[in-house]
């Protein structure tokens, strides 16, 4: 558990675009195990880094545009999501636009998608930013 938290704080923090990838199967997989019940607690852990971590919008984007797994992409929008709350106030106003841009075309990107629990978080966080 340990070793996830530190992959995917450094990931975050943009240390190097393969711990982006590394992120992404972590996330995958933790949340893999909440869906089987194997892991709840290290995955809960994995999932809360996530949230908690400054400025995660890179890592998110590549979650939300390369994960298999819908849970992963639905918990990578609420980060965004958290975080660009957390953040509004000293986020330049490029990178608001670039969040609400993002969120916007992946909805209409992804419109036919089975997944419509994924798509109405991304939607909603492109609302409430906007």
Request: glycine share 4%; net charge positive.
């Amino acid at each position: 558990m340990y070793i996830q938290k530190y992959e995917v704080s450094l990931l975050i923090k943009g240390l190097s675009w393969s711990l982006f990838v590394l992120t992404s199967c972590v996330l995958d997989i933790s949340l893999s195990f909440v869906q089987i019940n194997s892991n709840p607690v290290a995955a809960e852990a994995t999932i809360l880094s996530l949230h908690q971590s400054p400025q995660p919008y890179k890592a998110c984007r590549y979650i939300l545009e390369n994960s298999q797994v819908a849970n992963a992409r639905f918990q990578a929008a609420a980060a965004i999501r958290k975080s660009a709350i957390r953040e509004w106030s000293f986020l330049a106003t490029d990178d608001k636009g670039g969040l609400i841009s993002f969120c916007l075309g992946y909805v209409m990107q992804h419109a036919n998608s089975s997944e419509g629990y994924v798509l109405s978080k991304v939607s909603s966080v492109a609302a409430q930013l906007a």
